[in-house]
């Protein structure tokens, strides 16, 4: 593969464009980049709920996989015309979804984030999701998407939510269920 990345600045970025992977230029601020930017933000927010401790194992390898899905993701959304998420990749989301929800109580009400260091890393990252699913939304009423793109930002922010929960309970803390006010 050689030196990808021989020099980290190269000031062509100075004039608010950059190049996507297909060497065409953009504006910095083009749904594109903020599609894919949102998804780059993302894969930092999962990185940052396998740093915290008590993750368990089974829950780290799919963050782990899930971080390399979502370069994938990125990588797609960087070069128009890509494709390289598919319907296996959401098919396998909802799997993980399924298993991982059968142990927990059911919900009868909403809950605020937090639960834990591990539960409020995972609620931070689903509400990043969800913008990188309404930014790769933005960029689908102007350029053709992937259609598993957004369905698989969809999956991903429930699995994410069910995976709170379940840190939440590894981590020994309780879920703070929401109270109207009256």
Request: glycine residues 8%; charged residues 25%; contains cysteine.
């Amino acid at each position: 593969m050689g030196h990808r990345l021989s020099k980290i600045y190269t000031r062509t970025g100075d004039s608010g464009s950059t190049g996507l992977g297909d060497g065409s230029r953009v504006d910095k601020d083009s749904h594109r980049v903020e599609a894919y930017g949102s998804v780059d933000e993302l894969n930092s927010a999962v990185g940052c709920i396998l740093a915290t401790p008590n993750v368990p194992e089974t829950i780290a390898a799919h963050l782990l996989e899930i971080q390399h899905d979502l370069f994938d993701l990125g990588g797609e959304l960087c070069i128009p015309g890509q494709e390289l998420i598919s319907a296996d990749y959401v098919s396998r989301l909802e799997n993980w979804l399924d298993e991982l929800n059968d142990d927990l109580p059911p919900l009868k009400e909403f809950i605020l984030p937090g639960g834990g260091p591990g539960a409020a890393a995972c609620h931070l990252a689903r509400t990043i999701c969800r913008r990188a699913e309404r930014r790769v939304w933005t960029l689908a009423r102007h350029e053709a998407v992937v259609e598993a793109t957004p369905k698989y930002l969809n999956r991903l922010s429930d699995l994410l939510f069910v995976i709170a929960r379940v840190l939440a309970r590894c981590e020994d803390g309780a879920e703070v269920h929401w109270k109207r006010k009256s």
